[in-house]
């Protein structure tokens, strides 16, 4: 017997995720339309506690990601830190504070694990890296309307610095990206369907769409990060964890990194 699909829940993944991937430019643009936003995810995030408490977790770290948006546009100017993995440390951090002073709120993190790397995984997880780094090279060798976009923010320096620069804004920026896109949202959409296979094509969806001022950027680059989020996803099933798809994503922005030095004007 088919269970019925949970409305009420996916209206509040909805609710919550819609927000974060699709409207966060607008929000920081008015800050009326934050506020009624952010109103509306509180009461979303009671909502869940009492009536869907199995997504309690991943509507409180998305919700935890709108309502901390004035501080996180402080550190960005504050810092210069402008690139996603680093603008979204501060609610991974207030999600892990709760973790640690709360034990029923850890008790409720479910669906998440490292996993294994065996060596199919990590042929996959090599193979993939490649296969995106060398796509990358191509849409901004031929395709990029506008490399300076991309370029004049580069850091200068000695080549080791710039190493050191590159393995941080690789590591930091492919955690986080993988903890948002195939940590919750992969673990709330999978207790709304139940159907791994839905799972897979959303999340491609809501990451392409999500990367369209990225490099790649535009409809092509929605495509290509649409089909790399399906590879992604497919290293993450094999090794049953989130670690390999985090090393597949850390070769394609190391490379992203890399390539943007060497296409510079």
Known sequence: MKSKLNFFGLFLLIVAIFPVFFLEPFLSTSWLWY??????????TGLSFFKQRHLFPEIVFFTLIVTTLPARLFVMHTTGLRFAGANYLLPIALFLLLLVISRSFRSSITGWGLGKIDTITMLLVIGFGLTSSLALYVWGNFFAKDLETYTSGLPVGHWTLLVLLGIAFA??????????SRGFLWTGLN???????????????????????????????????FF??????????????????????????????????????
């Open 35 to 44: 506020g009624l936003i952010s109103f509306g995810l509180v009461l979303a």
């Open 228 to 265: 790399y989020s399906i590879m992604l996803a497919i290293v993450k099933i094999r090794s049953g964890g989130i670690i390999a798809p985090m090393i597949c994503h850390f070769i394609s922005d190391l490379s992203i990194f890399g390539i943007l030095y060497v296409l510079k004007p």
């Open 171 to 180: 590591l930091i920026n492919s955690t986080v990206e993988e903890v948002l």
């Open 191 to 225: 207790k709304i369907f139940s159907n791994v296979y839905v799972t897979v094509l959303v999340q491609a969806i809501v990451f392409g769409i999500f990367h369209k001022n990225g490099f790649p950027s535009g409809l092509t680059g929605v495509i290509m990060v």
